[in-house]
């Protein structure tokens, strides 16, 4: 009698319904925005929404408690992305400008994870004060809403010129935030629980996103994670975090990597 191989109707799906493997030309890079690596890996190309509108770019970052002052925490926000404070003006309707630049920096203004950098700079103008954005000289400033001129008052606006322009409160943040040294942040043991992210966001980096960040502590630390995945930390581990570094990954590749390991990551955890 002969003998019958049944084939599981899940395995015939796969074999009817997969499409053909091969390469692909430039029609379906342009269509598909990938493209094969090998038989099975497809790499995705082109560019990140950020790289298209650095305005979109996802924070995760604290201010640092050297920086003090609303137009301070502008610059320090702008800088990784090539955007300056437009803080000169000779328009004397323009000199409220200065009143918000001068305004102390609200605790909760501190912490932004995660927000786009345009929504960051919204939040710090607040309720009184549009973002105006120069996309060809990439400069911010900020504009007072309509109906609210009366309260501030003209001594008010000369003072807080004075106070910015004079360098009371105008300094760079390069200068504000002095370069860190060779000191190493020591963490652990590590608890169940515990995420990079929320670890590193002690470590008030100055000039380094909260994706460079999260990078630098997995490089440093390969044995404190498991399967090579910034999103495995090992319980009991300790990590030992350089405050500073000479080569780091631009924001754009910080920001690839960790999506990838969270991808993967997801990948391993889901079903």
Request: proline share 7%; no cysteine; hydrophobic share 40%.
């Given at each position: 009698m002969p003998v019958v191989n049944v084939i599981p109707a899940s395995v015939l799906s796969l074999i009817f319904l997969a499409p053909p493997l091969q390469a692909m030309d430039a029609t379906d890079v342009a269509l598909h925005g990938k493209v094969k690596e090998s038989r099975y890996v497809a790499q995705w190309i082109g560019p990140t929404e950020s790289q298209l509108d650095v305005m979109e770019s996802v924070?995760?970052?604290?201010?640092?408690?050297?920086?003090?002052?609303?137009?301070?925490?502008?610059?320090?926000?702008l800088k990784p992305y090539g955007y300056q404070l437009d803080d000169k003006t000779d328009d004397e309707e323009s000199l409220d400008f200065y009143v918000l630049l001068t305004r102390p920096l609200p605790e909760p203004h501190r912490t932004f994870d995660p927000i786009s950098l345009y929504d960051a700079l919204e939040v710090l103008g607040g309720d009184s004060y549009e973002v105006v954005i120069n996309p060809v000289l990439r400069t911010v400033r900020y504009r007072l809403k309509p109906g609210l001129q009366d309260y501030v008052s003209e001594e008010n606006l000369n003072d807080a010129r004075a106070a910015w322009v004079e360098g009371a409160q105008a300094t760079s943040v390069g200068k504000l935030i002095e370069p860190l040294s060779n000191k190493v942040l020591v963490y652990g043991p590590i608890k169940s629980g515990d995420t990079l992210s929320d670890i590193v966001l002690?470590?008030?980096?100055?000039?380094?996103?909260?994706?460079?960040?999260?990078?630098?502590?997995?490089?440093?630390?390969?044995?404190?994670?498991?399967?090579?995945?910034?999103?495995?930390?090992?319980?009991?581990?300790?990590?030992?975090?350089?405050?500073?570094?000479?080569?780091?990954?631009?924001?754009?590749?910080?920001?690839r990597l960790v999506d990838e390991h969270y991808r993967l990551w997801l990948e391993q955890v889901q079903p």
């Amino acid at each position: 009698m002969p003998v019958v191989n049944v084939i599981p109707a899940s395995v015939l799906s796969l074999i009817f319904l997969a499409p053909p493997l091969q390469a692909m030309d430039a029609t379906d890079v342009a269509l598909h925005g990938k493209v094969k690596e090998s038989r099975y890996v497809a790499q995705w190309i082109g560019p990140t929404e950020s790289q298209l509108d650095v305005m979109e770019s996802v924070l995760r970052l604290i201010v640092p408690e050297q920086v003090t002052t609303v137009g301070s925490a502008i610059q320090y926000l702008l800088k990784p992305y090539g955007y300056q404070l437009d803080d000169k003006t000779d328009d004397e309707e323009s000199l409220d400008f200065y009143v918000l630049l001068t305004r102390p920096l609200p605790e909760p203004h501190r912490t932004f994870d995660p927000i786009s950098l345009y929504d960051a700079l919204e939040v710090l103008g607040g309720d009184s004060y549009e973002v105006v954005i120069n996309p060809v000289l990439r400069t911010v400033r900020y504009r007072l809403k309509p109906g609210l001129q009366d309260y501030v008052s003209e001594e008010n606006l000369n003072d807080a010129r004075a106070a910015w322009v004079e360098g009371a409160q105008a300094t760079s943040v390069g200068k504000l935030i002095e370069p860190l040294s060779n000191k190493v942040l020591v963490y652990g043991p590590i608890k169940s629980g515990d995420t990079l992210s929320d670890i590193v966001l002690q470590l008030g980096m100055t000039d380094f996103t909260m994706d460079q960040q999260l990078v630098q502590a997995f490089r440093a630390n390969p044995n404190a994670f498991a399967n090579e995945n910034m999103n495995h930390l090992v319980i009991g581990a300790y990590l030992n975090i350089p405050l500073s570094n000479d080569k780091p990954l631009s924001p754009v590749e910080a920001s690839r990597l960790v999506d990838e390991h969270y991808r993967l990551w997801l990948e391993q955890v889901q079903p």
